[in-house]
């Protein structure tokens, strides 16, 4: 995978959506801050983080997580969680557990590099090397 000039980041690729201030927003990256190193992949401008909350702080609410990177499907992760708290890291954990799937899925499944390279064969010691086969037998067994 080539280097990415411009790499995503929490901070520069998050948004707060309903439910949520502008002033949540630096505790929310503060807590989101560990996703960096698997958003670090993908360029920054291609990247968009989307957080809400429906019924804040009441029972039953819902926070959700949108992620868009380009060339790949929208991942939406949400928690049921009481705590917001313990929402929000539902949702991170989520969130970083179905770019890992996503990212498996891309790769290929078995390293292709290992079969294509030829293995060694065996040397073969010229005093023990079979003498030359009888053409007239040439289907019946192989050398």
Known sequence: MSAVTNPATVAECLRVGAGFSQG?????????????????????????????????????????????????????????????????????????????DAKTRQEP???KHLRDVSQPQDEVDPAEALPDADPSRADAETV
């Open 24 to 100: 949540d927003r630096a505790w929310i990256a503060e807590q989101f801050a560990t996703l960096d190193a698997r958003l670090a992949g993908f360029h920054a401008d291609a990247t968009e983080l989307e957080v809400s909350v429906k019924d804040r702080e009441a029972r039953g609410q819902k926070v959700t997580l949108e992620c868009w990177i380009a060339g790949r499907q929208k991942i939406v992760t949400t928690s049921g969680e009481e705590d917001l708290h313990a929402a929000l890291n539902d949702v991170r954990d989520d969130l970083r557990r179905r770019l890992n």
């Open 109 to 111: 499944r078995h390293n």
